[in-house]
């Protein structure tokens, strides 16, 4: 994925990106929003729509502005409903490998994304769209969700990295039921599987997801990403290689200024003041 789709506008002092399928926005606390914005098509996921989301993310990970990174998708309706089923109807068979390659690629860039990644749930998410919300490191999803993998209901399969998170989040029992069935299932029995990790009224997502975002850009930056980094190569790796990591990477913070601060800044009873080394 090196070329954008988008436009690049260049503003008098910013390289800004003006996107075709996304609405990006980043506030005073260093929280960045990315809105997949097709609502017609409930912001279901071509080509176009996955490249933008790549250089989006890309983007608000380099960005010294950005601490915590919200997905989200336009309107009142749906999160994501899915990789594009009218751009897949008629590939071949190696195109489709390479679609899957490229939403697998996608999603893998968010999953290791050294900043936490928070999917804000607001309706539909199904297929690539929970597969999306399985890639990112929160999930916060409002009653009434409906949340599933229908691709069996197509004659396909999960292809963006689905069949191998599912069952890593809640296990190889609810994975089977939920990709055989195709069913979709409410956001209160996916919070009740582990598979979202708060469920909150619609009318307060928002608020809740940011209230969540706003804890985490409170906590060392580079702990989190740390953290983030063992937690992956545990899920690679067995219990004893990844133990090995995580003493490694435990020593390793000792070497970051953050860490002295906050053990300090404990001890003397004050509030610690990152500064992301
Ligand atoms: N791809 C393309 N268009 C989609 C879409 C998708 N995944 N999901 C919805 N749309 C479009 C519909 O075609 C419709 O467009 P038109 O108005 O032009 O007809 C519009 O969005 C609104 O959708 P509905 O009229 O169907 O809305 P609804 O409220 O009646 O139903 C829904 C909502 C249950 C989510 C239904 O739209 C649906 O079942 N969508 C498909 C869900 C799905 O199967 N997703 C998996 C896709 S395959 C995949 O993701 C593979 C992979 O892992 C890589």
């Known amino acids: 994925m090196n070329d954008s789709s988008s436009d690049v506008v260049l503003d008098d002092d910013a390289l800004v990106l003006d996107w075709q399928h996304l609405l990006t926005d980043v506030d005073e606390s260093g929280i960045a929003t ?14 176009e729509v996955l490249e933008e989301l790549n250089d989006a993310l890309v983007e608000a990970a380099m960005s010294d502005d950005v601490k915590v990174i919200i997905i989200t998708g336009a309107g009142d309706k749906s999160f994501v409903a899915g990789a594009d089923i009218g751009e897949m109807a008629d590939m071949t068979p190696v195109e489709a490998r390479d679609h899957a390659l490229t939403g697998q690629g996608v999603f893998a860039n968010i999953e290791s994304c050294p900043k936490p990644v928070i999917a804000m749930i607001n309706g539909f998410a199904l297929g690539g769209g929970l597969e999306l919300a399985m890639a990112c490191h929160i999930r916060v999803a409002c009653e009434g969700a409906k949340l599933g993998l229908p691709e069996t209901g197509l004659a396909l399969i999960p292809g963006f990295g689905g069949t191998q998170r599912l069952m890593r989040i809640v296990g190889t029992g609810v994975a089977r039921e939920w990709i055989l069935t195709a069913d979709m299932f409410d956001a209160s029995e996916a919070h009740r599987v582990g598979l979202v990790n708060r469920l909150v009224p619609a009318d307060e997502l928002l608020e809740a997801t940011m209230k969540l975002a706003k804890t985490l850009c409170k906590r060392g930056p580079v702990a989190m990403e740390t953290a983030l980094d063992c937690i992956r190569r545990g899920l690679e790796g067995g219990q004893t290689q990844g133990e090995n990591t995580e003493a490694d990477a435990f020593g390793i913070l000792f070497t970051s200024e953050d860490s002295r601060e906050g053990m300090h800044a404990f001890l003397e009873k004050r509030k610690p003041a990152y500064k992301g080394c």
């Open 34 to 47: 990315i809105t997949i914005n097709r609502p017609k098509a409930l912001n279901a996921l071509n080509s």
